[in-house]
């Protein structure tokens, strides 16, 4: 998506450890026109597979969940994270490692939001080692419900995740994916 | 706001200790249709005092934002909260008391998002003892900003917070506001 190459390279700070930092576009402040956008481009992406339901995981999916799910006309879900696994027999859970901050957490979603009816397309802002995505996979596994796919707005391709859960069948979507970054810029895939 | 109204007499759920479960339309579950209608009404109510930016707190404020900034087309920044005061000083913090929790957190914005230029509409899902709300107007008065009102889902008037904050001069316009609950069903306010 050019729109989104476009806004990584002129507001995107690329930051020691492999971090890129879009915090004042996608993530912390969220520029609505590119927002908009997006969740028209997820749409167009994915309405051959005729999703009923998409996914998240609080915080920094939810708006991007939210725009694709009003381009589709389908509601959204987003799986709260806690830090303790003290939580009760109505809901969904999974333990997920966070590299960022180097801890496990906790996804949780209620049983009422995902049944096995459901076509679940994932969507999050950054795919990088892919726990968390592979987290959610298999959250939707536990309702018995089905994954039609995964949007995210950047794939950081050289951390892996992608590629290992392209390998399980799963179809994901980058809006913008990225082969590498240092200090003196950002290179995109050749896909 | 006809359309929260009924939703929320047809799908909310009444439990004990004054808590009205919105979970399956508006919080963890949301109804994108609605969703929709909601920022189009913010972003008419509010559209004489040409705010700038949206600012909410994660986490389900995110997606009202999200909507009201897509139909102002404005940018929206959220609030993360935080549970230790441990933050530098490139951010604006408030400590936030909840009474759903029990316990304080902080609210922690990035400078780079809130400037003295800005006129700020606040956007929250629950308006009910007012302290996330007052919360908001603070980090927006550390920026040296405007605030130019806040636009709530839904106010639960019996808990006093909006007549409080409205007393302190800001305009709080409510999708739904709920003068009384129990068991037996809701009560809307008199307007």
Avoid: W
Wanted: charged share 20%; hydrophobic share 45%.
């Amino acid at each position: 998506m050019q729109a989104m190459e476009d806004k990584i390279l002129t507001e995107g700070k690329v930051l020691p450890g492999g971090i890129l930092k879009v915090g004042n576009f996608l993530n912390q402040q969220i520029d609505t026109g590119l927002l908009r956008e997006i969740g028209l481009e997820i749409a167009d992406l994915f309405k051959d597979e005729k999703p009923t339901k998409i996914l998240t995981i609080e915080s920094s999916g939810i708006a991007l969940a939210a725009a694709a799910g009003m381009a589709m006309d389908i509601p959204m879900v987003f799986a709260k994270k806690h830090k303790s696994s003290n939580v009760d027999g109505q809901v969904y859970t999974v333990t997920i490692h966070s590299f960022t901050h180097g801890n496990d957490y906790q996804a949780v979603v209620s049983r009422d939001y995902l049944t096995a009816e459901d076509r679940v397309l994932l969507v999050d802002d950054f795919l990088a080692s892919g726990n968390a995505l592979a987290g959610l996979v298999d959250l939707v596994g536990q309702a018995g419900a089905e994954v039609v796919g995964a949007a995210v707005a950047i794939e950081k391709k050289f951390q892996g995740g992608g590629e290992a859960l392209r390998k399980q069948g799963l179809r994901i979507e980058p809006l913008a994916c990225i082969e590498s970054m240092s200090d003196t810029g950002v290179t995109f895939c050749h896909l």
